[in-house]
């Protein structure tokens, strides 16, 4: 189906929208083509860790774009993360924030993931695919009983339904508004209104390296490609990437072991 400027390919069932897109884009996809899915079976995040949906409760969507520059893939991450934002804004009147590098949350809770990945065709870059799952519906008990207590929906933080096609058109008008000022040379505004969502900076931080390795710190800010610069609790200025990480977390989540404190 046509949807402004997307082809929207939608589905009841698949095993991850990333690998439908993967195989779109061998077949030929063109620019803004969006895949959405009701249900997910092998639907992975960041680190490979399984992303867990409801059936028709969540938004989840790979989008298929194809930037004239591969040193636009970090900026329409960011882009994705702030149409998110603005489509829950105009749906459920409420402010969602980022938790570097990939997580939108509202009330704390998450309540959105996103997935950058690029398909390049030799030492081309033939397409970008950002994989979104947001939770339209869905109330706090419901993701505790899935073991999912850090988790949220834009319905239960509203405390009214939301229409997840609603959604879904705002995000896409977004990601397009977006990407328009991206080509137009808007790369610092990109920058700056992903930069001002970040929540994580200005805070301690603790974070996880892929080889294990642990750094403890304060989050200083972010680059322009987004990358976090953290001053370690030894006095080094780290820039770490997001493909660097395992995990972070915030260490007054840590102080208290019982009840809601303890999530990250």
Request: glycine share 8%.
């Amino acid at each position: 189906m046509m949807a402004g400027t997307w082809i929207v390919y939608r589905y009841e069932t698949v095993g991850s929208t990333q690998r439908v897109a993967a195989h779109l884009i061998a077949a030929g996809a063109v620019h803004h083509t969006a895949i959405v899915a009701d249900r997910q079976t092998a639907g992975y995040g960041r680190k490979g860790d399984a992303w867990h949906d409801a059936p028709g409760t969540s938004l989840l969507m790979t989008l298929i774009l194809k930037p004239t520059e591969a040193s636009q893939i970090p900026h329409l991450a960011m882009i994705a993360a702030l149409a998110v934002i603005d489509a829950i804004a105009d749906v459920g009147q409420v402010h969602a924030v980022i938790k570097w590098p990939n997580d939108v949350l509202l009330n704390d809770r998450k309540v959105a993931g996103i997935l950058g990945d690029a398909t390049w065709r030799g030492s081309c870059l033939e397409a970008v695919r950002l994989g979104i799952g947001l939770n339209v519906s869905g109330d706090r008990v419901s993701f505790s009983r899935r073991s999912l207590p850090d988790a949220t929906s834009i319905a239960a933080e509203t405390g009214h339904d939301v229409d997840r096609d609603a959604v879904l058109a705002a995000l896409l008008n977004h990601v397009a508004a977006r990407e328009d000022r991206l080509n137009l040379g808007g790369v610092v505004e990109i920058v700056d209104a992903w930069r001002c969502a970040v929540t994580t900076i200005g805070r301690a931080v603790i974070i996880t390296l892929r080889d294990d390795r642990v750094v403890r710190g304060f989050a200083e800010d972010v680059t322009s490609d987004g990358d976090l610069i953290v001053r370690t609790d030894e006095g080094t200025s780290l820039h770490l990437a997001a493909s660097e990480t395992r995990s972070l977390r915030y260490p007054e989540f840590d102080a208290d072991l019982f009840g809601e404190a303890g999530r990250h």
